[in-house]
């Protein structure tokens, strides 16, 4: 049977790296920590490495049933022996013990194959853990600010970004604002900062169930100072 001890330290090592990164997401050592983790466990959990499983639990299938064939054989050969006398007597003793040796190893058998099932299923959910978490991350290093000047009588434009973004990925979100401008900038003209995080496409066994995406949070706003300084002057001149 083949050692999977590497895999199950690996899988821990990993689940432990999980826990970490879950405390503090923003912690470049712990990020950094969780992606040597992953890499290491998706190394070692290869497509091969399952393929591997399933080959040996179909193997051990196949050892259960030829000592199925055997349990049959012997029973067969006892009841022939039990007509020989002591001799026969003696033989039929030895094929029982045989017999309960092959019965004790398949229950071995089916243990084993239990746990090589349960394995295996750990393993799938590990992988698909893995592949979640790996978008999450991708999807906290994927965020720009921008700044958005909105002016009453003009259309709200992008007037500065922090992070890294396309220039189509800008323009999508551009779009987006001018088709929702009244839900954004409900503060009327100013300065409004956003934070625009992008999440991956979201696939399951069937097929994509969500598509990549931006999503746009409000962070701040600040009006334009002519406009403060006006409302000073109209106050002072009423006083």
Same mark, same amino acid.
């Given at each position: ?6 895999? $199950? ?44 499983? #399933?080959?040996?639990? %179909? ?17 067969? =050969? =006892? ?18 013990? %045989? ?15 239990? &746990? ?10 590990? #992988? ?13 290093? %994927? ?8 002016? %009453? ?11 890294? #973004? ?20 409900? $503060? ?9 995080? *992008?999440?991956?496409? *979201? *696939?399951?066994?069937?097929?994509? =169930? &969500?598509?990549? *995406?931006? &999503? ?18 109209? $106050?002072?001149?009423?006083?």
């Amino acid at each position: 049977m083949t050692d999977y001890t590497e895999l $199950k330290r690996l899988a821990d090592e990993l689940i432990a790296a999980n826990d970490l990164f879950n405390e503090s997401p923003q912690d470049n050592e712990v990020g950094d920590v969780w992606s040597l983790a992953n890499d290491r466990f998706t190394e070692a959990a290869s497509p091969e490495a399952i393929l591997a499983l #399933i080959a040996e639990n %179909e193997r051990l299938r196949a050892d259960c049933s030829s000592m199925r064939g055997s349990l049959k054989a012997y029973s067969a =050969t =006892t009841k022939k022996l039990v007509k020989d006398g002591s001799r026969a007597a003696r033989e039929r003793d030895q094929l029982r013990a %045989e017999v309960a040796g092959l019965r004790t190893g398949y229950e071995a058998y089916e243990r084993v194959n239990a &746990e090589l099932k349960d394995e295996n299923e750990a393993l799938r959910d590990d #992988i698909e853990q893995n592949q979640y978490d790996a978008s999450a991350w991708r999807n906290g290093e %994927e965020s720009v600010w921008i700044e958005v000047f909105n002016s %009453e009588g003009d259309d709200p434009f992008i007037s500065a970004i922090t992070g890294q #973004i396309t220039v189509e990925q800008l323009a999508l979100i551009q779009a987006e604002i001018l088709e929702y401008r009244e839900d954004y900038f409900e $503060k009327g003209s100013g300065l409004y900062v956003f934070r625009c995080a *992008h999440y991956q496409a *979201h *696939h399951d066994n069937v097929g994509m =169930t &969500e598509p990549a *995406h931006w &999503e746009t949070d409000f962070e701040s706003y600040s009006p334009f100072p002519w406009e403060e300084e006006a409302a000073a002057m109209g $106050k002072g001149e009423q006083s």
